[in-house]
């Protein structure tokens, strides 16, 4: 059973000015903490907890040639005969089985090559966060009767799967209220984005005095559906689906089943 001090914590690596972004939820999913900082400040945050599932949205390794395989095994790759009716081959074939899976889907993810030192920045800083929970004792997500766990996650396929379409784009007003929306309608304790549409005058609009801070941050939001995802896969384990292989690192989405499409 868990513990009501359990934090359900979502990391977002972004490698920007301040390289993290975390969210924390607690036990009745009300916002603990939504902060931008450094590794150290988070691992700092995250170690402080009595017990804690964090989601991290950044892949926990590299590929390991497993949709190659799987093509060529299908000969499915370009040259080798004629693919069925439909399919549409991948750009490159250095991808994760997770990525593949969801691009079949129409939600598209960035590819994760096959050699760490070939991953972007923020690829990097995933890899490194993960190294340091498990040397803080974390163990992947699900181990029974563990009491610090992880789990990767991916925020645009959260997003997909939690509205059952693709999303506005992240980084517009709209896109940003969109969002903020759905988890507010899940039930997460965070700002009602109405309140921006309420304070919204004629002479606000005029002078270009918006509400912004009602609304979070691409990163901040994407941290939260992070937060969420841990949330859900404590709580309520029948409620997340797990995308890809195993041995490569698979992504939990917050949602019992996904579309054929997206």
Sequence with gaps: MLSSHTSFIGIDPTAG?????????????RLLSLEGCELDEVLAFVGGQEAATV????????NSGLVKKKLEAQSLTPGNGSPKSGYHYPRSVDMRMAEYELRQRGIVLSSTPGRAESCPEWMQLGFMLYRKLAGMGFQPYPAENATHQWLETHPH?????????????????????QRQLALYELGVGIKDPMYFFEEITRHRLVKGILPLEAIYTPEQLDALVAAYTAYV???????????????EGRIALPVGELKERY
């Design 17 to 29: 000015r301040q390289p993290f972004t975390f969210a924390a939820l607690d036990a009745e999913c």
């Design 55 to 62: 989601a991290v949205n950044a892949p926990s390794a590299p």
């Design 157 to 177: 396929a959260a997003f997909c799967a939690l509205l059952g379409q693709l999303p506005l784009s992240k980084p517009t007003l709209e896109g940003r209220l």
């Design 233 to 247: 896969a404590a709580n309520k384990p029948d409620e997340i689906l797990f995308i890809g292989a195993k041995e």
